[in-house]
């Protein structure tokens, strides 16, 4: 008797374990696939340097809710959005969308911006 209850509770933990594992990949697996396609050799893209205190993800999660994959890293220590586009269009609601995010930095009150320009705007 006893030892079914130890390979009872074994079961249940590399189920759990198992699913645990299923659910982290689950998770983790579409902000990979987005990065990989938005870093594809011949997909046009947006790159707007995140102001200094702001939260990146706020931005990309804005973006996202507006239909745009948008990817956040830093390359040289310097925070940018990578915004996959389809037209040129696209430049002047991603503009909108960046200025209406929420400007809220870490811990901090709102974060005064300008305009929204882009990297091959300067």
């Known amino acids: 008797m006893l ?13 759990t374990l198992g699913a645990l594992a299923f659910l982290f990949s689950v998770l983790i697996r579409p ?5 990989q ?3 594809q050799q011949g997909v046009r893209t947006l790159s707007y340097l995140v102001p200094t205190g702001q ?5 990309v ?3 996202h809710r ?3 994959t948008a990817v956040a890293g830093t390359p ?3 925070e940018v959005l990578e915004v996959l586009t389809v037209d040129d269009s696209d430049r ?6 960046l200025e209406h995010a929420h400007r809220w930095g870490f811990g901090s009150p709102e974060i005064p911006v300008g305009a929204v320009s882009f990297e091959d705007e300067r």
């Open 3 to 15: 030892a079914f209850g130890i390979a009872f509770w074994v079961v249940v933990g590399l189920l």
């Open 31 to 35: 902000e990979a696939d987005e990065e």
């Open 55 to 59: 939260d990146p993800a706020e931005l």
């Open 92 to 97: 002047a609601v991603v503009r909108e969308v």
């Open 66 to 68: 507006a239909g745009f």
């Open 76 to 78: 040289q220590g310097i």
């Open 37 to 39: 396609v938005v870093h």
């Open 61 to 63: 999660a804005a973006l």
